[in-house]
């Protein structure tokens, strides 16, 4: 089954969305991008979209960071992408990729005197983190500093070497360190540990990404297990004293880690607060629970 793209004010099959190789982004990382997720109910006969509306806020006030101006509204984008998904007509999760970018075929680094665009396009995607249990490393990539909070295409370059590290190693997925050697995030993931009871996590002020799947993981964590989140400086030797340690994100959901530099996380297997979770986050994206519905968007009509 073919999947499709919007692209230049339309949407058409994803091999016909194609830029030049002057397109300014490509070169200086001009860019915005999200990543969400539709997760396939066979029940249902529906793909959900995940917290559509807060992926394009977050993806919206990136835009603002590099000067780029859409004409699309909030709900148009919404709307936009639930076309492109319904067009495309999976039955099996899929993945949403849309991208505000400089548009402009000209070379120069700068923000202003440059045309902007907006493209989006959804694929079939399975398990980011193809295990039940994540191997990770502390790499040797540190998180850069002064980074804005937002998915800017051109910061993620240290994330990619982070992570090609972390595979030639023999790892699943790294953990990278703030500047100052606080615990930062993974590659692509938010971290949590269970220290005592408690989630705990690093503050946006040691300049993480502030992940979707990190809100719903703490909206949870309280509401249904009344479990509180402590956001604060994480150090390095606590990754190897927690009770338990997970990762989050839009593309790996709440993945468990069981080893970190070779050391076990507790006794290396999936840990209780962290299979609750899973379990509970399962059902609210595939729309399972009436109470988070509202997180929910359905892309095929009744």
């Known amino acids: 089954?073919?999947?499709?793209?919007?692209?230049?004010?339309?949407?058409?099959?994803?091999?016909?969305?194609?830029?030049?190789v002057m397109t300014n982004?490509?070169?200086?990382?001009?860019?915005?991008?999200?990543?969400?997720?539709?997760?396939?109910?066979?029940?249902?006969?529906?793909i959900y979209l995940f917290r559509l509306e807060e992926h394009y806020q977050r993806m919206l006030n990136g835009?603002?960071?590099?000067?780029?101006?859409?004409?699309?509204?909030?709900?148009?984008?919404?709307?936009?992408?639930?076309?492109?998904?319904?067009?495309?007509?999976?039955?099996?999760?899929?993945?949403?990729?849309?991208?505000?970018?400089?548009?402009?075929?000209?070379?120069?680094?700068?923000?202003?005197?440059?045309?902007?665009?907006?493209?989006?396009f959804a694929f079939p995607?399975?398990?980011?983190?193809?295990t039940d249990r994540a191997r990770c490393c502390v790499s040797s990539w540190r998180f850069p500093g002064e980074v804005p909070r937002a998915k800017l295409t051109g910061l993620y370059v240290t994330n990619a070497a982070a992570k090609t590290e972390a595979i030639e190693n023999g790892f699943d997925e790294a953990i990278m360190l703030t500047?100052?050697?606080?615990?930062?995030?993974?590659?692509?993931?938010?971290?949590?540990?269970?220290?005592?009871?408690?989630?705990?996590?690093?503050?946006?002020?040691?300049?993480?990404?502030?992940?979707?799947?990190?809100d719903a993981t703490i909206t949870l964590a309280r509401e249904e297990l009344g479990i509180e989140t402590v956001e604060?400086?994480?150090?390095?030797?606590?990754?190897?004293?927690?009770?338990?340690?997970f990762l989050t994100g839009t593309a790996a959901h709440i993945t468990p880690v069981a080893e970190i530099d070779r050391r076990k996380v507790a006794d290396g297997e999936i840990g209780k607060v962290t299979a609750k979770l899973q379990e509970l986050y399962h059902d609210v994206?595939?729309?399972?629970?009436?109470?988070?519905?509202?997180w929910c968007t359905p892309v095929y009509k009744k």
């Not at 089954?1 to 030049?20: C, D, H, R, T």
């Not at 070169?27 to 006969?45: A, C, D, L, M």
């Not at 590659?187 to 502030?210: Q, R």
């Not at 604060?232 to 340690?245: G, V």
Request: hydrophobic residues 35%; glycine residues 10%.
């Open 285 to 294: 994206i595939l729309s399972n629970n009436p109470k988070y519905a509202g």
């Open 63 to 120: 835009c603002r960071l590099l000067n780029i101006e859409l004409p699309h509204t909030l709900d148009d984008l919404c709307r936009m992408t639930v076309e492109v998904v319904e067009t495309c007509g999976f039955e099996e999760d899929v993945y949403v990729r849309p991208l505000a970018y400089k548009s402009s075929q000209a070379l120069g680094v700068r923000l202003h005197d440059l045309d902007s665009d907006f493209l989006m």
């Open 179 to 214: 500047p100052n050697g606080h615990v930062a995030e993974g590659s692509g993931e938010n971290l949590f540990l269970v220290i005592d009871g408690k989630l705990v996590t690093p503050p946006g002020s040691d300049g993480i990404l502030i992940g979707i799947t990190r």
């Open 25 to 46: 982004f490509m070169h200086y990382g001009t860019g915005v991008f999200e990543g969400i997720r539709g997760n396939w109910n066979s029940e249902h006969k529906q």
């Open 125 to 130: 995607w399975g398990r980011y983190l193809d």
């Open 1 to 20: 089954m073919p999947s499709y793209a919007y692209f230049q004010g339309q949407i058409v099959p994803l091999e016909e969305a194609k830029i030049s």
């Open 232 to 245: 604060r400086h994480i150090s390095r030797n606590e990754l190897y004293t927690a009770d338990e340690c």
